[in-house]
C-alpha cells in the first residue's frame, strides 16, 4: 500500500504544536522524529512505498532540482478556484496580506477547511506517491527545472496542473491542505527539520551515504540493494565510493573572526592556505564513455547546470586534453573548482557580478538588461582546487595535500581560462605560523582578494565516529568576519512591505513590516536646504533580526502612507532593477548602520550596491540628512573594489598592524612566543600517529563505527560539527579603541574614517607582556600573611572591583603570571570534547545586599566545583578540562560573576555579542530566557558545597564547610521599561525559593555591566568606579 500523507502530516503538526507550547517540559524535536519513524517503520520499508518522495516530503528545500513556477498569490487563485469559493470566502482566504495578523496561506486554507470540511470518501485518501507524481508534472513543464526532471516526468499544461492540485486540496482535511500548501510553496518555518536527524532516523548509514552521493534516489536505491546482498562489506565499499554522474557532497565550511579563532580550530595541524575565490562552485564529473559530451557541471546547490555553463567545457577539455593521446587518466575524473570570468585585455578576473552575462540560468539570460554587452576579450575560465576521483579510485580517504599533487599531474595550466589555485602548505605546531598567515591575509586585502581557505591536510571525509573537532573541513577567513570591519555607514530607510512567512516566524504580535528598503539621498544638499524634495535611490531590500524587528515595532513609530499616495520624497528603484515596491513609504525615513561583506551590481543594475547587506542596529539620535549619499556610495565601492596597480608595502604592514590587534583582546596570538624565548611543540606519539597517511579505514571498522552512530546523541555530532564562537571577549579592545584617539577597523569609508595608530592601549599590552613576566617571580614572593602597616596605600582608582577587601592587596600583583599565560594559552591539536559534568566556578562569598540598597562591587574568594548529577542519574566524573572551559578569561576563577545563575530578557536573548562574547568571556556558559525553566533549574542543582580549606595543612575542620548561594542575575535592556516590567512579573511568578521557603529575589542589571566588568578586569579604566550601582536596575 503506499505511503498515506497524512502519517506525514501527524509529525508536522506534532513539531508545529511543541513549539508554540508553554509547557515547561516539552519534547525536542529530535525525539518526536526518531519516535515518528520507529512507529512507521513497517510502512516504510514496505517495497512498494517510495521512500525517496516520502524523506523529500520532510524536506521539500532539497528539491533544488524542481521549480513549480507556484509562488503564493497563484496558489491562492488555485484553492479558490478548486474549492469554488464566493467572494466573502475569497476575501477570508486572502487574509494572510493583512500585516499584523501572524499567519499564511496555508493557516487560512485550514481555517476555510474546518469551516465547511470536504466530504468524507473512503478508498480515497491522498498519497505520498499521488502527491509527488503531480508535483514532478508541474517541475516537468517549467524551463527552469533540471535536466533530469524534465526528461523523466511527464510535462502538464497550466489548466492540468491547477487541475491536479485542486484535485487534491478537495480530497484533503483541513489540518492536511495546511501543511500540503507548505509544501508547494517549500517553506515548513518556523518548523525546521533538521536534515542529518531526519535521514539518521531513516537508515544509520544514510547521513554518511549523502556524503559521497548527494542524491536521496541514489543513495537509498544503494541501501536497499546492499542489504540483499550476502557479502556486507563488498556492499560498504561501493557505497562509499563516488560515481560519475552523482554529485559529491561538499566538506562542512566553517567561519573565522580572527587569526587566533583560526589557531584556536586548526591546532597544530599542517594547513593549506588558498586563495577563495569570488565566482560560482563547479563540481566536474569527466565520463570518457561518452564520446560526444563527456563533461558534466554540477552546481553548488546540486543542480545540473552542463549546459548553462557551455561556455566553459572548451577550458575544461583543454585543461586535461580530453580526447588526446597525452590525457592523464583513461576512464574519468572528479574535480572541483571555481568558475570566473577573465578579461584578456585587463589581464584579471572580472568581478562576481560579470558572470551573469556569460552564463545562462536554463537556457535564459537573467539581470542582464543594464549590462554591457559580453566582449569579445572576456571569457569564461576555471580555477581547479580539488580532485575526488581518478580513473575508478576514490580519493575522498586521501590527505589533501597528495589530492593537490594528484591535480597538478592532471591539469595543463593556461593562464587566464584553466588554473590551479594559490596556496601554501603552513606548519600551524611552528612558532612562525601566525605571521605567515597574517602576511597572506594581509596580502589578500590589499589585492582586494575575497579572502582566504584553510584546509587542514587530511581526507576529504572522516568517516569514523571518533572525529576531532574540525576535522576534514574548510575555514573561510574573510577581513569582513572580523567585528567592526565590514561596517559601511548610515543608511535611510524609506519604506518597507509585509510576508507573512517572515512574520510567521517571528514572535513579534501585530507586525506591520517584515522587509525595509535601503535608500541613498542624491540631492542631500538641497534637501537640506529644502530647496527641493528628497530624491533618493533605493540600493537594497534588507530583513532584521527578531531583536531589531521587535525594536522598529515598539519603538519606532516613523510616519508613513501608503506608496500610491507618497507625495513627499522621490523614489528611484533602479538600484533593485525595478523588482519590488514598498507598500507604505517612511515620510521620516528610519536610520539604519549597515555593514556587508563587499559590493556588488544586482540584476538589471547599473550601479554599485551592498551585497550581503546586515543592519547593526537602529540609530535615533539622527535623521536621513546625516546618512550616506549615493555619491559617497559609489565612491565607497570603488575604492573597496578596485585593486592597486602596484603593491603598496606601507599597506601591507598597516593591515599586518591591524590584524595583530584584531585578536582577542588586542593582543596578537603569538605575542608571547615574540616576546619570550620560543619553544618547538612535539607532538606527542598519539599526534605523530595522526599525521600519518589517513587514507580510508578498514571496511569493517567503518561498517561498525557507522553502526554504532545511531547510539550515539545527535546533539553530540551536532556539537563536534559546529563551529564555536571565540571564547574570549573583545570589549576591552572595543574599549580602548573607542577612548584612544583613533579607531582601528577596515578600509576607510566616507561615513567612517578609520586611522591606523601604532601607539594604541593594545600595542601597550604587548610591550607590557615581557616586564609582566619579568616581575612575576618577585610579585610572587609578597606573602598574604605580610602586616597591613608593611603594605603601600594605593589610590582608589586603581583598586580592581573584583578584589575583596577581605584579602591581601597584594593579589592584583600575584596574580599576574596566571593572567599572563592566559593571554596566549597553548594551541591543542583539537579542542576537548564537552564535558560530562557541569563545573561552575564560585567567586562570591558573604550575604547578598540588601534589597533597599545599591549593590557594590561583590567580593571574591577561591574557585569551588559543584558537581551536576545529569538527568539520566548517572555519576559523573571530575574534568579538568571542563573546569578550563568555564573559566572567566581575564581572571579565572577570581571572575565578579563567578558562581552566579544568569536569566536574559527576551529583548537580549539573541544578542551574540551579549551570549557569545561577553557571557563566555567571563566563563558563563548556562543561560536561561524563561524564568519558570530558570526556577526549575536552580531547584534541581541545590546541593551542600565546600568552602576553601582555612587550615595550613589542607584539612577542613567542621566549621569551614558551609552552603554557598548561586547569585541571581536578571540582564535587561532598560531603555525598554514596558517590556522590563512585564518580563519581572513572569519572574515573580515564576516563584523562586530559598532553600528555607522563603521567597528569593533576583538583581536586575543593565547588561552592559558585563562590557564593564570585562573592561575592570582587563585593567581599563571606568568613567563610573562601581559597575555594580551606575548599571543596577533594581529587583525583583
Not at 536527524?197 to 543513495?219: C, F, I, S
Not at 594528484?406 to 606548519?427: C, D, F, K, Y
Request: proline letters at 6%.
Amino acid at each position: 500500500m503506499p505511503f498515506p500523507y497524512r502519517y506525514i502530516c501527524n509529525l508536522l503538526q506534532q513539531l508545529d504544536d511543541a513549539i508554540h507550547s508553554t509547557r515547561q517540559q516539552k519534547a525536542s524535536s529530535d525525539a518526536l522524529i526518531k519516535n515518528w519513524f520507529r512507529d512507521h517503520r513497517i510502512p516504510l520499508d514496505a517495497p512498494n512505498v517510495n521512500a525517496t518522495a516520502v524523506l523529500h516530503t520532510f524536506l521539500p528545500e532539497r528539491r533544488t532540482d524542481r521549480v513549480y513556477g507556484i509562488q503564493a498569490a497563484r496558489l491562492q487563485s488555485i484553492i479558490g478556484s478548486a474549492l469554488v469559493l464566493g467572494h466573502s470566502r475569497v476575501k477570508e482566504l486572502r487574509r494572510w496580506l493583512t500585516p499584523g495578523l501572524g499567519i499564511d496561506l496555508g493557516d487560512c486554507v485550514e481555517s476555510i477547511l474546518k469551516s465547511t470540511p470536504n466530504p468524507k470518501r473512503t478508498g480515497d485518501e491522498v498519497t505520498v506517491e499521488e502527491i509527488d507524481k503531480i508535483l514532478g508534472s508541474i517541475a516537468a513543464a517549467c524551463r527552469f527545472s533540471s535536466p533530469k526532471v524534465r526528461a523523466t516526468n511527464q510535462a502538464v499544461s497550466s489548466k492540468h496542473a491547477d487541475h491536479g492540485l485542486g484535485s487534491i486540496y478537495c480530497r484533503l482535511t483541513a489540518r492536511d491542505a495546511k501543511w500540503f500548501t507548505r509544501l508547494i510553496l517549500k517553506n515548513y518555518q518556523p518548523i525546521v527539520l533538521v536534515e542529518r536527524v531526519v535521514l539518521r532516523n531513516y537508515h544509520v548509514l544514510l547521513p554518511q551515504m549523502m556524503k559521497v552521493r548527494d542524491d536521496l534516489e541514489v543513495a537509498i536505491a544503494l541501501l536497499r540493494r546492499g542489504s540483499q546482498v550476502s557479502d556486507e562489506t563488498n556492499a560498504l565499499a561501493g557505497m562509499l565510493k563516488p560515481v560519475l554522474g552523482t554529485k559529491v557532497g561538499r566538506q562542512p565550511w566553517f567561519k573565522s573572526r580572527s587569526i587566533k579563532h583560526c589557531f584556536d580550530m586548526v591546532g597544530q595541524r599542517n594547513v593549506s592556505c588558498e586563495q577563495k575565490i569570488d565566482g560560482e562552485y563547479c563540481q566536474i564529473h569527466i565520463d570518457l564513455r561518452k564520446h560526444a559530451n563527456p563533461v558534466q557541471i554540477f552546481s553548488k546547490s546540486g543542480k545540473d547546470s552542463t549546459q548553462d555553463r557551455q561556455g566553459l567545457h572548451s577550458a575544461i577539455r583543454e585543461s586535461l586534453q580530453l580526447g588526446e593521446r597525452d590525457c592523464p587518466f583513461k576512464f574519468g575524473c572528479i574535480l572541483e573548482g571555481e568558475l570566473v570570468v577573465y578579461s584578456d585585455e585587463e589581464r584579471k578576473i572580472l568581478p562576481f557580478h560579470k558572470i551573469r552575462k556569460h552564463v545562462s540560468r536554463s537556457g535564459a539570460f537573467l539581470g542582464t538588461m543594464e549590462d554591457s554587452q559580453a566582449h569579445d576579450h572576456e571569457h569564461l575560465m576555471i580555477i581547479y582546487y580539488d580532485v575526488l576521483m581518478i580513473d575508478n579510485e576514490s580519493l575522498l580517504g586521501v590527505r589533501q595535500s597528495e589530492r593537490f599533487r594528484r591535480l597538478e599531474r592532471l591539469v595543463t595550466s593556461r593562464t587566464g581560462h584553466a588554473e590551479l589555485v594559490r596556496r601554501r602548505m603552513i606548519s600551524f605546531s611552528r612558532p612562525n605560523a601566525a605571521s605567515l598567515l597574517r602576511d597572506d591575509f594581509a596580502e589578500c586585502i590589499v589585492s582586494r582578494g575575497e579572502g582566504l581557505v584553510l584546509k587542514p591536510d587530511e581526507p576529504y571525509f572522516n568517516f569514523s565516529i571518533q572525529r576531532r573537532l574540525y576535522s576534514s573541513c574548510s575555514i573561510k577567513l574573510k577581513k569582513e568576519y572580523i567585528l567592526g570591519w565590514g561596517d559601511v555607514g548610515d543608511f535611510a530607510v524609506i519604506g518597507a512591505f509585509y510576508d507573512a512567512a517572515k512574520a510567521r516566524v517571528c514572535k513579534i504580535p501585530n507586525l506591520r513590516w517584515t522587509h525595509f528598503f535601503i535608500g541613498c539621498l542624491q540631492n542631500r544638499e538641497s534637501a537640506r536646504a529644502r530647496a527641493e524634495k528628497p530624491r533618493f535611490m533605493v540600493t537594497n531590500i534588507v530583513e532584521l533580526s527578531e531583536t531589531l524587528l521587535s525594536t522598529v515595532r515598539f519603538h519606532c513609530n516613523p510616519v508613513c502612507v501608503p506608496f500610491d499616495q507618497n507625495e513627499s520624497l522621490e523614489l528611484d528603484f533602479r538600484g533593485i532593477g525595478n523588482t519590488k515596491q514598498p507598500t507604505e513609504v517612511f515620510l521620516e525615513p528610519l536610520v539604519f548602520d549597515m555593514r556587508c561583506f563587499s559590493f556588488d551590481k544586482g540584476p538589471n543594475s547599473r550601479w554599485w550596491s551592498m551585497r550581503f547587506p546586515i543592519v547593526n542596529r537602529i540609530h535615533f539620535d539622527r535623521t536621513y540628512l546625516d546618512t550616506m549619499s549615493f555619491g559617497e556610495l559609489q565612491e565607497a565601492a570603488r575604492v573597496a573594489m578596485e585593486a592597486p596597480e602596484l603593491e603598496d608595502s606601507q599597506e601591507i604592514r598597516q593591515w599586518v598592524s591591524r590584524l595583530e590587534k584584531a585578536d582577542p583582546r588586542g593582543i596578537a596570538v603569538d605575542a608571547v612566543s615574540q616576546e619570550t624565548v620560543s619553544t618547538k611543540m612535539t607532538p606527542s606519539p598519539e599526534r605523530r600517529r595522526d599525521n600519518g597517511d589517513q587514507r580510508l579505514p578498514s571496511l569493517g571498522v567503518i561498517h561498525r563505527d557507522l553502526t554504532r552512530m545511531s547510539a550515539v546523541g545527535d546533539a553530540q555530532q551536532h556539537a563536534a560539527m559546529t563551529p564555536p564562537w571565540p571564547s574570549t571577549v573583545e570589549a576591552s579592545r572595543i574599549r580602548t579603541e573607542n577612548n584612544s584617539s583613533t579607531v582601528e577597523g577596515g578600509p576607510a569609508s566616507p561615513k567612517r574614517s578609520r586611522e591606523v595608530s601604532e601607539d594604541t592601549a593594545s600595542a601597550k599590552k604587548q610591550r607590557g607582556l615581557s616586564r609582566s613576566a619579568s616581575s612575576a617571580t618577585a610579585s610572587t614572593k609578597s606573602s598574604f600573611g605580610s602586616s597591613s602597616q608593611n603594605r603601600k596605600r594605593r589610590p582608589l582608582g586603581a583598586i580592581d572591583a573584583n578584589i575583596s577587601s577581605m584579602e591581601p592587596r597584594s593579589w592584583a600583583q600575584t596574580s599576574e603570571p596566571s593572567r599572563l599565560l592566559e593571554l596566549c594559552p597553548p594551541v591543542q591539536e583539537s579542542a576537548p570534547p564537552p564535558p560530562a559534568e557541569v563545573v561552575i566556578p564560585s567567586s562570591v562569598a558573604g550575604s547578598f545586599h540588601a534589597a533597599a540598597e545599591l549593590p557594590s562591587s561583590p567580593p571574591c574568594v577561591s574557585p569551588i566545583r559543584e558537581h551536576v548529577e545529569p538527568r539520566d542519574g548517572t555519576t559523573t566524573r571530575n574534568s579538568t578540562e571542563a573546569q578550563q572551559t568555564t573559566a572567566c578569561v581575564h581572571l579565572g576563577p577570581k571572575c565578579a560573576l563567578a558562581n552566579s545563575a544568569f536569566l536574559l530578557a527576551p529583548c537580549i536573548k539573541n544578542y551574540p555579542w551579549i551570549t557569545e562574547n561577553l557571557l563566555r568571556g567571563h566563563g558563563i556558559v548556562e543561560l536561561a530566557t524563561e524564568p519558570e525553566s530558570w526556577a526549575a533549574m536552580l531547584r534541581a542543582r541545590r546541593s551542600p558545597r565546600k568552602s576553601c580549606p582555612s587550615s595550613s595543612d589542607g584539612e577542613q575542620s567542621p566549621r569551614s564547610i558551609k552552603t554557598l548561594r548561586t547569585r541571581k542575575i536578571c540582564l535587561v535592556e532598560t531603555r525598554q521599561p514596558s517590556a522590563i516590567q512585564a518580563f519581572l512579573e513572569r519572574i515573580e511568578n515564576a516563584g523562586l525559593k530559598r532553600r528555607n521557603g522563603q521567597r528569593d529575589w533576583v538583581a536586575v542589571y543593565d547588561w552592559r555591566i558585563l562590557e564593564d566588568i570585562a573592561a575592570l578586569e582587563a585593567g581599563m579604566p571606568l568613567k563610573d568606579s562601581d559597575p555594580w550601582r551606575s548599571r543596577y536596575f533594581g529587583i525583583a
